[in-house]
């Protein structure tokens, strides 16, 4: 679904920009006929299920895009900095990706929604670090049973241990909660981070 915000701003981008804009959005669309779009802090863009998938912005002399999961989805392109998203300052559309390259970033977005992987934090955003959840009696004693996974989960930094701790938290039945223990057991004793399918692809 389309936005009429969305036909006026790039409308009304520098000549350059529309472009940019118009094929961007048309390759987002073609990837992922159900996403829907929005204007979020003064910028389009696309959201699927209720969460954002990516978004675009024109400026004065260049334009920028960039997926929500950032990294997880593109793998580092080495274009990301502040305000720029994760293909850097867009003057031409052809410096952007390919269609089949953004389709399958698109698709790896789509993934990480729906099981519903959280964005990286970043280091030291905001003025508070957020508290260290309380450990799980029962994620303790599996970690305790299992020195390998022990190891590696009390050598990852606070913000690995908690993507592991919500995981399983978030488990609504008593027995996904299990399974998720145990996978998350697995996982550990392998030296991986939760989201590890995602990392490298």
């Not at 520098?14 to 779009?37: C, G, M, S, Y």
């Not at 260290?132 to 303790?140: G, K, R, S, Y």
């Not at 022990?150 to 690995?160: A, D």
Request: proline letters at 6%; aromatic letters at 8%.
């Amino acid at each position: 679904m389309t936005d009429r915000n969305i036909d006026t701003y790039i409308a009304e981008a520098q000549p350059f920009a529309v472009p940019i804009l118009q094929t961007l959005r048309a390759r987002v669309h073609a990837a992922l006929p159900d996403v829907d779009e929005d204007m979020k802090w003064g910028m389009p863009t696309f959201v699927y299920k209720g969460k954002i998938v990516c978004n675009m912005a024109a400026f004065k002399r260049h334009a920028t895009f960039g997926f929500w999961h950032g990294e997880m989805v593109t793998g580092g392109t080495g274009a990301r900095m502040a305000a720029m998203g994760d293909l850097g300052r867009i003057t031409s559309v052809d410096q952007l990706p390919d269609e089949k390259t953004i389709a399958a970033w698109i698709a790896k977005a789509k993934r990480l929604i729906e099981d519903g992987v959280k964005p990286p934090h970043v280091e030291g955003r905001g003025k508070h670090p957020k508290p260290e959840l309380d450990m799980i009696p029962a994620f303790q004693a599996a970690l305790d049973g299992n020195m390998a996974a022990k190891t590696t989960y009390e050598g990852f930094p606070p913000s690995s241990r908690r993507e592991y701790l919500e995981w399983i938290i978030d488990a609504k039945r008593t027995e996904t909660r299990h399974k998720r223990i145990a996978q998350a057991i697995e996982w550990l004793a392998a030296g991986k981070r939760r989201n590890w399918k995602y990392e490298n692809c």
